[in-house]
């Protein structure tokens, strides 16, 4: 079955750094990516979609500075947190988009300290 | 805009107990819609999906059913286990954008 593999699965970084997380997707190419952020006991947030090729199409209240998207290939898209601060500690996950289907990576729970 | 909606958590069975968790949808025309559900600390699963109306989504025992009269694709299990315990989602797309549900976490008890 399609997999998408997304890493790291967690990371700590110090307040200030930029951590780059990745989505690949295995054996599919995927067009369309979605990244996500979910707080805990709270429910996914959509925070940007990425076209392999394009500009991501971010949603109403993220910043696009501070969370960079580049889909460089068809099985490839990176979110780097830029110049992290403590209230961006979350879990972030990835999707990609298929015919029938989403598939979604396994989140990263970053921490900035 | 679209929006899906979900029952309040926490749900807390006795193991081999009925199992259901609401959701309703708002959407221009038929979304497809699913159920994922999510283990402490990992990414999301698919359960099970429904693209039109009347479709049946099953797997591991559990089941919905797209309704287009009451917009509701309520999750069902006859008999749970403790190994379910987890959260569960409820979500929508019909632009290609999946809108999730609140969630709501399961509990099963020995």
């Known amino acids: 079955g399609a997999v998408v593999s997304q890493h790291p699965s967690w990371v700590i970084c110090k307040s200030g750094t930029s951590v780059k997380i990745e989505c690949r997707s295995l054996d599919f190419q995927a067009t369309t990516m979605f990244w996500y952020r979910q707080f805990p006991k709270q429910s996914l947030m959509l925070m940007a979609t990425s076209n392999e090729g394009s500009k991501a199409t971010y949603e109403q209240g993220v910043e696009k500075d501070k969370f960079l998207i580049n889909h460089a290939s068809l099985t490839l898209s990176t979110l780097t947190v830029t110049s992290a601060h403590p209230e961006d500690s979350s879990f972030y996950i990835c999707s990609a988009s298929r015919r029938y289907g989403y598939t979604f990576g396994s989140g990263t729970r970053l921490t900035v300290v | 805009g679209n929006s899906v909606t979900q029952m309040e958590g926490p749900v807390t069975l006795s193991e081999e107990a009925f199992l259901t968790i609401n959701c309703t949808y708002t959407?221009?025309?038929?979304?497809?819609l699913f159920w994922y559900v999510q283990y402490p600390g990992e990414g999301l699963q698919l359960l099970l999906k429904?693209?039109?109306?009347?479709d049946k989504g099953s797997n591991k025992g559990f089941e919905a059913t797209y309704r287009k009269e009451t917009t509701s694709f309520h999750l069902e299990k006859g008999s749970v286990q403790v190994s379910d315990s987890a959260v569960y989602f409820c979500a929508g797309s019909n632009t290609g954008k999946l809108i999730f549900g609140q969630g709501t976490t399961l509990q099963v008890k020995p």
């Open positions: 959407a221009t025309g038929y979304p497809s």
């Open positions: 429904a693209t039109k109306a009347d």
